[in-house]
Nanobody, 121 residues
């Protein structure tokens, strides 16, 4: 059974930094992309950053220049470095991965459990 295990969230003061990690565990064939979404109270889930395999990274305009997504392919892990955090960055952050379980070419979207990040003003 495949799991996406997130870590690194928490409480930080405005202007501070947090680093999120997400590791894919279980039997897979390959990963076609990994990224992060977030959902603030009363709002829809939105893209934060996504890194497709072999493609250009996509960042939400609201985080460009402050957040950086990176990965370790050998560990099936993606990171999100968040700097200059603002209170409006407060949300539950979800890891997402596009996973291939066989060589069929079909990818399946899988989600982590979410991690609460709170930025105090």
């Amino acid at each position: 059974q495949v799991q996406l295990v997130e870590s690194g969230g928490g409480l930080v003061q405005a202007g501070g930094s947090l680093r999120l990690s997400c590791a894919v565990s279980g039997s897979i064939f390959s990963i076609n992309g990994m990224g992060w979404y977030r959902q603030a109270p009363g709002k829809q889930r939105e893209l934060v950053a996504f890194s497709p395999s072999g493609g250009a990274i996509n960042y939400a305009n609201s985080v460009k220049g402050r957040f950086t997504i990176s990965g370790d392919n050998a560990k099936n892990t993606v990171y999100l470095q968040m700097n200059s955090l603002k209170p409006e960055d407060t949300a539950v952050y979800y890891c997402n991965a596009l996973i291939m379980f066989t060589a069929s070419g079909v990818s399946y979207s899988r989600w982590g459990q979410g991690t609460q990040d709170t930025v105090a003003s």
